[in-house]
């Protein structure tokens, strides 16, 4: 497959990168620092890497790197740091998806192109009628307030449920929502379940960031597995 990722400097991103790589699938990633890439995988053969903020290329810079692909991923998120919490650009998340949607749809000339979005518990599913306590709502209502990024999720999340509604036949997608996230060596057991089974913020579960890359890939792979999870947005735990 040839696939286009954004977020591949981050701790999950890198690792699906890897595996993608180990898998012998063609990539093309957009980063802003190639220096943040460790050699493995940055002088691979089958990886194409831009220098770039992707929200500063234009719309035909997009449509030129993500033309042909099978699939586009997104792990990007903001960074843990003052300016990368509360600076902008305030809706990274939610414009490079739009931006991404876009321009994967306007390549008519292949089948159905796989779109995978890396979201969080703490983003609900309303099609799923989740529900969450009073205490859970006033948190998120706090974080939508004072933590941008939270709301970027959100926002992300809603735009890619409001497009499949309008049935579009040229992109699928699924919305991967880790809980707590923890760094470990390999991949091991783990649950993927419609909604979360524990509160996100008073009883969260643990997810391996490589379990996540490995869900993500299988997803881009298995056409079962896929077609059981599109136009939604799976919850993954570490198994107990």
């Known amino acids: 497959m040839k696939i286009f990722i954004a977020g591949a400097t981050g701790a999950t991103g890198k690792l699906l990168t890897e595996i993608l790589l180990t898998r ?38 997009l449509t030129r790197l993500t033309v042909g692909c099978d699939a586009i991923v997104s792990c990007l998120g903001h960074n843990l740091s003052w300016k990368g919490v509360f600076g902008p650009p305030y809706k990274l998340v939610t414009e490079a998806t739009r931006r991404l949607f876009q321009v994967a749809g306007e390549d008519g000339g292949k089948g159905s192109v796989r779109f995978i979005l890396m979201s969080s518990t703490g983003v609900r599913n309303p099609d799923e009628g989740e529900r969450i306590s009073i205490p859970q709502h006033v948190v998120i209502q706090l974080l939508r307030w004072f933590l941008p990024p939270h709301a970027d999720n959100e926002a992300a999340a809603a735009f890619l449920r409001h497009e499949m509604k309008k049935e579009s036949s040229s992109i699928e997608w699924v919305a991967v929502r880790p809980d707590s996230l923890t760094d470990e060596k390999k991949v091991s057991l783990f649950s993927v ?46 198994a107990t």
């Open 193 to 238: 379940h419609r909604s979360p089974t524990r509160s996100a913020i008073f009883d969260s579960g643990k997810i391996s960031r490589i379990n996540v890359a490995s869900f993500m890939a299988d997803l881009l792979e298995q056409d079962d597995l896929w077609n059981r999870w599109k136009s939604k947005m799976p919850v993954i735990y570490n």
């Open 24 to 61: 012998g699938h063609n990539l093309i990633v957009v980063v802003r620092s190639a220096a943040r890439i460790p050699d493995r995988i940055r002088k691979h053969e089958n990886i194409e890497i831009v220098k770039a903020s992707l929200l500063d290329l234009s719309n035909e810079e």
